[in-house]
């Protein structure tokens, strides 16, 4: 079973500073197709989980630019490039094809 | 318009059962492995369920395999969970999502 590991668990930042939080998973997220089925989720305070990312580097249609996906194999970033106060939220990663979620990574403003 | 809406969930009894449904609109329904994840309060996501479009194939999460079903109606536009001898640690909000859309969640809580 693929366990997903995030860091940091709680990342205070400043606003229009940038954020990263890393994702590693136990083996390797590459599937049988060549694709690697690794995704972000944001969680504002009281709402649904949203996803931002699929397949790594790919955002969602409405996503803001400032929010950018990198990885392969085991090892996988999120970074928001300046962080804005509607980004406060917990960022999970997830694997795309059994629904495997990391720990979440609660993002606050300094 | 594309959404998800979950129903059916609420207050029971330790060794209980539920039912809650999904009803999902605005896309083609049939094309979609859909899915059940549950967020216990202040916690994080577990994937607890998951079927594939034609409904043959499901995947349970080894704490609720043997006592909750998935299943589907393509004719309706309907997923569902049912959730037999449930726990207290079944207490969460209960998702319906799609890879990319989610319901708004509905609480299903276990206790005496």
């Known amino acids: 079973e693929v366990v997903l590991t995030q860091s940091p668990l709680s990342l205070p930042v400043t606003l229009g500073q940038p954020a990263s939080i890393s994702c590693r998973s136990s083996?390797?997220?590459?599937?049988?197709?060549?694709?690697?089925?690794l995704n972000w989720f944001q969680q504002r305070p009281g709402q649904s989980p949203r996803r931002l990312i699929y397949?790594?580097?790919n955002r969602d249609s409405g996503v803001p630019d400032r929010f950018s996906g990198s990885g392969s194999g085991t090892e996988f970033t999120l970074k928001i490039s300046r962080v804005e106060a509607e980004d406060v939220a917990v960022y999970y990663c997830?694997?795309?094809?059994?629904?495997?979620f990391g720990q979440g990574t609660k993002v606050e403003i300094k | 318009e594309v959404q998800l809406v979950e129903s059916g969930g609420g207050l029971v009894q330790p060794g209980g059962s539920l039912r809650l449904s999904c009803a999902a609109s605005?896309?083609?329904?049939?094309?979609?492995?859909m899915h059940w994840v549950r967020q216990a309060p202040g916690t994080g996501l577990l994937g607890v369920s998951r079927?594939?479009?034609?409904?043959?194939?499901?995947d349970y999460a080894d704490s609720v395999k043997g006592r909750f079903t998935i299943s589907r109606d393509n004719a309706k536009n309907m997923l569902y969970m049912q959730m037999n001898s449930l726990r207290v640690e079944d207490t969460a909000v209960y998702y319906c999502?799609?890879?990319?859309?989610w319901g708004q969640g509905i609480l299903v809580t276990v206790s005496s």
């Open positions: 397949k790594v580097s």
């Open positions: 079927i594939s479009g034609d409904g043959t194939n499901t």
């Open positions: 997830m694997q795309g094809k059994r629904w495997t």
């Open positions: 605005g896309f083609t329904f049939s094309r979609y492995w």
């Open positions: 083996q390797s997220l590459v599937y049988s197709d060549g694709n690697t089925y």
């Open positions: 999502a799609r890879d990319d859309l």
